[in-house]
């Protein structure tokens, strides 16, 4: 059974960084598989953010392009979210996802 655990999580003033990562454990060929980040805010439904695929393509959503990078270290069985310039509309709670599988989800607070 695959477990995904986020971490690095905080709280961040404007125009600040954090890094999410996202450790897979259990019986899984993890560099096989394209990894994704979500983020759900309050209010909002939960949207997708970020993708990198087993061969190491990326995409972003429109609104996190330039900022964030989505990488993998599949070795370590991890993926990163390094977020940059951080705005208010970053808030939420932040997943990883593989396949059917969700993390718990690290809080991620932009606030001044």
């Known amino acids: 059974q695959v477990q995904l655990v986020e971490s690095g999580g905080g709280l961040v003033q404007p125009g600040g960084s954090l890094r999410l990562s996202c450790v897979a454990s259990g019986s899984i060929t993890f560099r096989m598989y394209t990894m994704r980040w979500y983020r759900h805010a309050p209010g909002k439904q939960r949207e997708w953010v970020a993708t990198?695929?087993?061969?190491?393509?990326?995409s972003y959503q429109d609104s996190v392009k330039g900022r964030f990078t989505i990488s993998r270290d599949n070795a370590k069985k991890t993926t990163s979210l390094q977020m940059n310039t951080l705005n208010l509309d970053d808030t939420a709670v932040y997943y990883c996802?593989?396949?059917?599988?969700w993390g718990q989800g690290t809080q991620v607070t932009v606030s001044s």
């Open positions: 996802n593989l396949l059917e599988v």
């Open positions: 990198i695929t087993s061969g190491g393509s990326t």
